[in-house]
Protein backbone atom coordinates (compact mmCIF):
# COMPACT_ATOMS: atom_id res chain seq x y z
CA UNK A 1 0.00 0.00 0.00
CA UNK A 2 1.67 3.38 -1.01
CA UNK A 3 0.36 6.31 1.06
CA UNK A 4 1.11 10.06 1.26
CA UNK A 5 0.10 12.85 3.94
CA UNK A 6 -0.86 15.27 0.99
CA UNK A 7 -4.11 14.97 -0.49
CA UNK A 8 -4.59 11.76 1.76
CA UNK A 9 -2.82 9.74 -1.19
CA UNK A 10 -3.10 5.97 -0.42
CA UNK A 11 -2.93 3.45 -3.63
CA UNK A 12 -2.86 -0.01 -3.75
CA UNK A 13 -0.18 -2.46 -5.02
CA UNK A 14 -1.21 -2.81 -8.70
CA UNK A 15 -2.49 0.65 -8.39
CA UNK A 16 0.73 2.36 -8.06
CA UNK A 17 1.93 0.98 -11.05
CA UNK A 18 -0.03 4.34 -12.53
CA UNK A 19 2.35 6.61 -10.90
CA UNK A 20 5.06 5.45 -13.58
CA UNK A 21 3.57 6.50 -16.60
CA UNK A 22 2.58 9.80 -14.82
CA UNK A 23 6.05 10.39 -13.68
CA UNK A 24 7.07 9.19 -17.41
CA UNK A 25 4.66 12.33 -19.15
CA UNK A 26 5.86 15.05 -16.29
CA UNK A 27 9.64 14.15 -17.17
CA UNK A 28 8.89 14.46 -20.84
CA UNK A 29 6.78 17.75 -20.94
CA UNK A 30 10.00 19.49 -18.84
CA UNK A 31 12.20 18.82 -22.07
CA UNK A 32 12.32 21.21 -25.23
CA UNK A 33 11.95 18.75 -27.61
CA UNK A 34 9.01 16.52 -26.23
CA UNK A 35 7.22 13.71 -27.78
CA UNK A 36 4.40 14.93 -26.19
CA UNK A 37 2.93 17.63 -23.71
CA UNK A 38 1.57 17.09 -20.39
CA UNK A 39 1.94 20.22 -17.91
CA UNK A 40 -1.04 18.56 -15.92
CA UNK A 41 1.56 15.42 -15.17
CA UNK A 42 4.16 17.99 -13.71
CA UNK A 43 1.65 19.72 -12.04
CA UNK A 44 0.24 16.61 -10.17
CA UNK A 45 3.31 15.05 -9.67
CA UNK A 46 4.99 18.35 -8.04
CA UNK A 47 1.74 17.56 -5.60
CA UNK A 48 2.33 13.95 -4.69
CA UNK A 49 4.30 13.14 -1.79
CA UNK A 50 6.11 10.15 -3.48
CA UNK A 51 9.32 8.79 -4.17
CA UNK A 52 9.32 9.62 -7.47
CA UNK A 53 13.06 9.86 -7.40
CA UNK A 54 13.29 5.73 -7.71
CA UNK A 55 12.18 6.19 -11.40
CA UNK A 56 14.94 8.86 -12.48
CA UNK A 57 16.52 8.38 -15.44
CA UNK A 58 15.02 4.96 -15.95
CA UNK A 59 14.62 3.74 -20.14
CA UNK A 60 10.99 1.95 -19.45
CA UNK A 61 10.22 6.11 -18.69
CA UNK A 62 10.46 6.55 -22.28
CA UNK A 63 8.35 3.73 -23.50
CA UNK A 64 5.86 4.50 -21.35
CA UNK A 65 5.73 7.82 -23.26
CA UNK A 66 5.73 6.31 -26.48
CA UNK A 67 3.14 3.68 -25.19
CA UNK A 68 0.89 7.33 -24.62
CA UNK A 69 1.55 8.61 -27.67
CA UNK A 70 0.32 6.20 -29.66
CA UNK A 71 -2.83 5.58 -27.47
CA UNK A 72 -3.47 9.60 -28.35
CA UNK A 73 -3.34 8.93 -31.62
CA UNK A 74 -5.03 6.45 -32.32
CA UNK A 75 -7.65 8.30 -30.42
CA UNK A 76 -7.59 11.28 -32.16
CA UNK A 77 -7.93 8.87 -35.48
CA UNK A 78 -11.51 7.27 -33.95
CA UNK A 79 -12.15 11.28 -33.06
CA UNK A 80 -11.71 12.59 -36.36
CA UNK A 81 -13.41 9.77 -37.88
CA UNK A 82 -16.70 9.85 -35.26
CA UNK A 83 -16.46 13.37 -33.69
CA UNK A 84 -19.53 12.26 -31.19
CA UNK A 85 -18.50 9.00 -30.86
CA UNK A 86 -17.78 7.89 -26.76
CA UNK A 87 -14.27 7.08 -25.55
CA UNK A 88 -13.69 5.07 -21.85
CA UNK A 89 -10.23 4.67 -20.54
CA UNK A 90 -10.09 1.76 -18.53
CA UNK A 91 -7.41 1.79 -15.56
CA UNK A 92 -7.85 5.64 -16.49
CA UNK A 93 -5.11 6.80 -13.47
CA UNK A 94 -4.10 9.83 -13.32
CA UNK A 95 -4.01 10.36 -17.27
CA UNK A 96 -5.22 13.46 -19.03
CA UNK A 97 -5.39 12.36 -22.51
CA UNK A 98 -9.31 13.84 -22.42
CA UNK A 99 -7.13 17.05 -22.42
CA UNK A 100 -4.95 16.23 -24.85
CA UNK A 101 -7.33 14.73 -27.71
CA UNK A 102 -10.67 16.28 -27.09
CA UNK A 103 -12.28 17.35 -29.83
CA UNK A 104 -15.13 19.33 -28.11
CA UNK A 105 -17.97 16.70 -29.09
CA UNK A 106 -16.91 12.81 -27.72
CA UNK A 107 -18.54 11.54 -24.96
CA UNK A 108 -15.75 10.71 -22.31
CA UNK A 109 -15.49 8.02 -19.46
CA UNK A 110 -12.49 7.35 -16.94
CA UNK A 111 -12.86 4.32 -15.38
CA UNK A 112 -10.95 2.79 -12.42
CA UNK A 113 -10.85 1.54 -8.63
CA UNK A 114 -12.18 3.10 -5.96
CA UNK A 115 -8.95 4.59 -4.36
CA UNK A 116 -7.44 5.74 -7.79
CA UNK A 117 -10.97 7.59 -8.96
CA UNK A 118 -10.67 9.33 -5.36
CA UNK A 119 -7.08 10.63 -5.69
CA UNK A 120 -8.26 11.88 -9.46
CA UNK A 121 -11.04 13.47 -7.95
CA UNK A 122 -7.97 15.77 -6.65
CA UNK A 123 -7.00 16.70 -9.84
CA UNK A 124 -9.79 16.16 -12.23
CA UNK A 125 -13.60 17.03 -12.30
CA UNK A 126 -16.71 15.30 -14.04
CA UNK A 127 -18.32 18.04 -16.85
CA UNK A 128 -21.48 17.20 -19.01
CA UNK A 129 -19.39 15.12 -21.63
CA UNK A 130 -16.61 13.39 -19.49
CA UNK A 131 -17.53 11.18 -16.09
CA UNK A 132 -15.43 9.30 -13.72
CA UNK A 133 -16.71 5.98 -13.07
CA UNK A 134 -15.37 3.79 -9.91
CA UNK A 135 -15.24 -0.41 -10.72
CA UNK A 136 -12.61 -2.91 -11.35
CA UNK A 137 -12.82 -3.34 -15.20
CA UNK A 138 -13.98 -7.23 -14.43
CA UNK A 139 -17.32 -5.65 -12.85
CA UNK A 140 -20.18 -5.62 -15.24
CA UNK A 141 -22.29 -2.46 -13.71
CA UNK A 142 -19.53 0.08 -15.54
CA UNK A 143 -20.90 -1.36 -18.61
CA UNK A 144 -24.34 -0.76 -18.09
CA UNK A 145 -23.49 2.96 -16.77
CA UNK A 146 -21.89 3.87 -19.57
CA UNK A 147 -24.37 2.35 -22.09
CA UNK A 148 -27.36 4.14 -20.63
CA UNK A 149 -25.44 7.63 -21.36
CA UNK A 150 -23.79 6.92 -24.75
CA UNK A 151 -24.79 5.39 -27.92
CA UNK A 152 -21.15 5.05 -29.48
CA UNK A 153 -19.48 4.26 -31.39
CA UNK A 154 -17.00 3.46 -29.08
CA UNK A 155 -12.93 3.19 -28.45
CA UNK A 156 -11.61 1.34 -25.14
CA UNK A 157 -8.05 2.86 -24.13
CA UNK A 158 -6.71 -0.30 -21.83
CA UNK A 159 -3.26 1.27 -21.45
CA UNK A 160 -0.95 -0.80 -18.79
CA UNK A 161 -3.72 -2.46 -17.33
CA UNK A 162 -5.08 -5.59 -18.46
CA UNK A 163 -1.21 -7.39 -18.29
CA UNK A 164 -2.04 -7.12 -14.08
CA UNK A 165 -5.03 -9.18 -14.64
CA UNK A 166 -5.06 -12.85 -14.51
CA UNK A 167 -6.03 -14.49 -18.30
CA UNK A 168 -9.30 -15.87 -17.32
CA UNK A 169 -10.44 -12.39 -16.15
CA UNK A 170 -8.66 -10.70 -19.60
CA UNK A 171 -10.90 -13.15 -21.18
CA UNK A 172 -14.25 -11.83 -19.27
CA UNK A 173 -13.65 -8.46 -19.97
CA UNK A 174 -13.33 -9.05 -23.66
CA UNK A 175 -16.24 -10.87 -23.64
CA UNK A 176 -17.81 -7.99 -21.51
CA UNK A 177 -16.83 -5.54 -24.20
CA UNK A 178 -17.69 -7.94 -27.48
CA UNK A 179 -21.09 -8.42 -25.74
CA UNK A 180 -22.22 -5.01 -24.72
CA UNK A 181 -20.19 -2.97 -27.77
CA UNK A 182 -19.66 -5.29 -30.37
CA UNK A 183 -17.90 -3.29 -33.25
CA UNK A 184 -16.16 -1.51 -30.69
CA UNK A 185 -12.53 -0.58 -30.92
CA UNK A 186 -10.00 -1.96 -28.37
CA UNK A 187 -6.57 -0.37 -27.62
CA UNK A 188 -4.37 -2.31 -25.51
CA UNK A 189 -1.31 -3.33 -24.54
CA UNK A 190 -0.06 -6.64 -24.08
CA UNK A 191 3.40 -8.43 -22.78
CA UNK A 192 4.72 -11.75 -23.84
CA UNK A 193 5.69 -14.81 -21.90
CA UNK A 194 9.79 -13.95 -21.75
CA UNK A 195 8.76 -9.92 -19.93
CA UNK A 196 6.27 -11.99 -17.85
CA UNK A 197 8.55 -14.46 -16.51
CA UNK A 198 11.73 -11.64 -16.14
CA UNK A 199 9.58 -8.66 -14.49
CA UNK A 200 11.60 -8.74 -11.68
CA UNK A 201 14.49 -7.43 -13.65
CA UNK A 202 12.52 -5.05 -15.32
CA UNK A 203 13.94 -1.32 -14.22
CA UNK A 204 10.24 0.36 -13.11
CA UNK A 205 8.58 -2.96 -11.88
CA UNK A 206 11.22 -3.73 -10.28
CA UNK A 207 10.75 -0.88 -7.95
CA UNK A 208 7.26 -1.83 -6.77
CA UNK A 209 5.01 -4.84 -5.57
CA UNK A 210 2.87 -5.29 -8.24
CA UNK A 211 3.22 -8.21 -10.59
CA UNK A 212 1.89 -8.52 -14.05
CA UNK A 213 0.47 -11.91 -14.88
CA UNK A 214 -1.02 -12.09 -18.13
CA UNK A 215 1.11 -13.27 -20.75
CA UNK A 216 0.00 -12.93 -24.22
CA UNK A 217 2.58 -13.99 -27.03
CA UNK A 218 0.32 -12.71 -29.96
CA UNK A 219 -2.83 -10.19 -29.59
CA UNK A 220 -4.32 -12.06 -32.45
CA UNK A 221 -5.53 -14.40 -30.32
CA UNK A 222 -7.75 -12.04 -29.03
CA UNK A 223 -10.11 -13.35 -32.47
CA UNK A 224 -9.70 -16.86 -30.61
CA UNK A 225 -11.45 -15.40 -27.83
CA UNK A 226 -14.07 -13.60 -29.82
CA UNK A 227 -14.56 -14.87 -33.59
CA UNK A 228 -14.83 -12.01 -36.30
CA UNK A 229 -12.63 -9.74 -34.19
CA UNK A 230 -10.45 -8.21 -36.38
CA UNK A 231 -6.57 -6.86 -35.44
CA UNK A 232 -6.19 -3.40 -37.23
CA UNK A 233 -2.81 -2.44 -36.20
CA UNK A 234 0.14 -3.90 -33.76
CA UNK A 235 3.22 -2.20 -32.73
CA UNK A 236 6.59 -2.73 -30.97
CA UNK A 237 8.24 0.03 -29.21
CA UNK A 238 10.25 -0.30 -32.35
CA UNK A 239 8.31 -0.82 -35.23
CA UNK A 240 5.83 2.18 -34.38
CA UNK A 241 3.77 3.53 -37.29
CA UNK A 242 6.36 5.50 -39.59
CA UNK A 243 4.45 8.84 -39.73
CA UNK A 244 4.93 8.53 -35.72
CA UNK A 245 8.27 7.69 -36.06
CA UNK A 246 9.61 10.21 -38.65
CA UNK A 247 8.23 12.88 -36.07
CA UNK A 248 9.80 11.58 -32.88
CA UNK A 249 13.21 13.73 -31.75
CA UNK A 250 16.26 12.70 -33.53
CA UNK A 251 17.52 10.98 -30.40
CA UNK A 252 14.71 9.06 -29.86
CA UNK A 253 14.77 7.62 -33.55
CA UNK A 254 18.51 6.65 -32.82
CA UNK A 255 17.77 4.71 -29.68
CA UNK A 256 14.97 2.81 -31.60
CA UNK A 257 17.16 1.82 -34.14
CA UNK A 258 19.66 0.48 -32.01
CA UNK A 259 16.87 -0.93 -29.89
CA UNK A 260 15.07 -2.91 -33.40
CA UNK A 261 18.70 -4.46 -34.08
CA UNK A 262 19.15 -5.68 -30.91
CA UNK A 263 16.15 -7.42 -30.88
CA UNK A 264 15.74 -7.69 -26.86
CA UNK A 265 13.01 -9.87 -26.07
CA UNK A 266 11.67 -7.19 -23.40
CA UNK A 267 11.20 -4.89 -26.48
CA UNK A 268 10.05 -7.42 -28.80
CA UNK A 269 7.59 -9.06 -26.92
CA UNK A 270 5.78 -5.87 -25.75
CA UNK A 271 3.14 -4.77 -28.02
CA UNK A 272 0.87 -2.14 -28.51
CA UNK A 273 -2.35 -3.25 -30.15
CA UNK A 274 -6.06 -1.94 -31.81
CA UNK A 275 -8.26 -4.01 -32.86
CA UNK A 276 -12.25 -3.85 -34.08
CA UNK A 277 -14.49 -6.41 -31.85
CA UNK A 278 -16.67 -8.06 -33.72
CA UNK A 279 -19.82 -7.14 -35.63
CA UNK A 280 -23.53 -8.95 -34.47
CA UNK A 281 -23.38 -9.81 -38.23
CA UNK A 282 -19.85 -11.26 -37.86
CA UNK A 283 -20.53 -13.87 -34.89
CA UNK A 284 -20.81 -16.89 -35.40
Not at 260 to 270: D, G, I, T
Request: proline share 6%.
Amino acid sequence: MTESTEHGVRLGTVQETLLIPLYGRAVENRKQDAVLRDPRAEEIVASIDYDFGRFDNLPSLIGAVLRTSLLDRWVAEFLAEHPDGTVVEIGTGLNARYDRVDNGRTRWFDLDLPDVIELRRTFFDDTSRRTMVTASVTDETWADAVAAESDGPYLFAAEAVLPYLAEPDVRHVVDLLAERFPGALLALDTAGPWIISHQDEHDALSKVEAKMRWACADPALLADWQPGTRVLASHTLTSLPPQMYDELPTTYREMLSGLAEQRLPQVEEYRLTLVQLPRPERRR
